[in-house]
């Protein structure tokens, strides 16, 4: 069975767990879109892995793990993730890991244009800096580079050379900046080029291989429904699909071949940097979940804004990304609750809303209509059988499934591999 997993909200949903959970039985892991702006943690005996371009099954022998076409690749930061699993005594090997021949590079002037443009904005989006967007405009523009030019020292050169003669000019006369000197560059990802070539291959080729010889496959989002650049709360996006149908156009294989789409959600909302969040907590409370949660960016190390669950949000989601199955994710982390807050609509100008609207002054303006339901009051760590949560816990999960509209299959109730609940 071919399935992918999203995340249904602003991202941080944990699907790094549940991808390490579900990759333990399938063949292959491909992830699709985004950059190291991600960040996908993992808790395996008490040992924390943070991943930003590797997928997480990279921690399961025998399994194979795929960066595809859709995802762009700062070398240097995934050479450093190789590096350093292999101190953690774990060897990532060219039969385990694969890299699109066709996926862009993120450069040192996409990283430094990032930061330019987001200080000169008077509306900050809280990009992370990492040179993401950059490079997926150099994509659409068509003047990117790819891996497989990485691997051409002559059309790599050629390349950068036609880069900067524009690049520098953009630098100089509208940043005030002094622009890059392409031998330095060169000569730095010349030496990526080396130890990145054997990892490299035509990857749309071998996963739709792997799918014809019976292979199982799990696609990994990164990010969240409403980080999607086309469907997200725009322009506080990333630059990438983050929904399932980016899987098609990140991995070249046919939406015919994925079989079932799980969403992860948080028990409440998160999300980090900039742009609305209509059912954000106040301070006080927001301290108290991101404490108890752990909300700071696995990525940037900001902390996260938090807030209720918001039904509207996800049930768009789900309109959009198909969802088989959901996954509530830390629901221990509202264990202590006296009573939960669902958001079920939202009042803008005297009318009800039942549906996410796109205006942004409206999604900035709108108030949310909360439910309020009892808390359980109960640690629910370990706890492995649905039956046996507490009665208010099992009301709200499927008071949740009933707002949204689909079957809630996993629940998590702490950070381990083990700690969940399937239904």
Not at 115 to 128: N, P
Not at 279 to 285: A, G, L, N, V
Not at 403 to 422: A, M, Q
Request: glycine residues 10%.
């Amino acid at each position: 069975m071919n399935i992918a997993v999203v995340g249904a909200q602003w991202g941080d949903e944990g699907k790094g767990k549940l991808i390490d959970i579900l990759s333990k039985d399938v063949d292959v892991t491909v992830r699709y879109q985004g950059g190291s702006n991600a960040g996908h943690t993992v808790i395996v005996d008490q040992a924390r892995y943070v991943f930003h371009l590797l997928p997480s099954a990279i921690l399961r022998s025998g399994k194979v793990c795929v960066i595809g076409n859709g995802v762009v690749v700062d070398p240097k930061a995934l050479l450093e993730e190789i590096d350093g699993l292999k101190v953690r005594g774990i060897k990532v090997t060219p039969q385990q890991l694969k890299i699109a021949v066709n996926s862009h590079v993120v450069m040192p002037y996409h990283r430094v244009l990032d930061g330019l443009r987001e200080k000169m904005r008077e509306h900050k989006i809280g990009t992370t800096g990492r040179g993401i967007g950059p490079c997926y405009a150099d994509k659409v523009t068509r003047c990117g580079i790819r891996m497989v030019d990485l691997l051409n020292p002559r059309v790599f050169a050629a390349k950068l050379k036609d880069n900067l003669r524009e690049k520098n000019e953009y630098f100089k006369k509208v940043f005030g900046q002094h622009g890059f000197q392409a031998d330095p560059i060169y000569q730095e990802y010349m030496g990526y080029a080396r130890r990145l070539k054997p990892y490299v291959c035509d990857t749309a080729l071998y996963v739709n291989e792997a799918i014809s010889q019976k292979k199982s496959v799990l696609f990994e989002g990164a990010q969240g429904a409403f980080l999607d650049i086309d469907f997200g709360t725009y322009p506080f996006v990333t630059s990438s699909n983050t929904i399932v149908g980016g899987v098609t156009s990140g991995s070249g294989v046919a939406p015919t071949k994925i079989d079932k789409i799980i969403a992860a959600v948080k028990a409440y909302t998160t999300r980090v940097g900039e742009g609305p969040f209509p059912t954000e907590f106040d301070k006080k409370m927001e301290e108290v979940i991101r404490t108890k949660g752990k909300e700071f960016g696995s990525t940037t190390g900001r902390a996260r804004r938090c807030g209720w669950f918001d039904s509207v949000l996800v049930r768009y989601a789900a309109t959009i990304g198909g969802f088989d199955e959901l996954a509530i994710m830390k629901l221990d982390v509202l264990d202590e609750l006296e009573t939960i807050s669902l958001c079920t609509g939202y009042k803008y100008k005297g009318k009800l809303l039942k549906d996410f609207p796109h205006d942004y002054e409206a999604i900035c303006n709108l108030k949310p209509v909360y439910e309020e339901m009892p808390g359980w009051q109960t640690p629910l760590g370990q706890i492995r059988s649905y039956k046996k949560l507490p009665v208010n816990a099992r009301r709200y999960i499927e008071r949740m499934q009933e707002l949204v509209g689909v079957t809630i299959k996993y629940v998590s109730i702490g950070s381990e591999r083990d700690e969940i609940i399937v239904r």
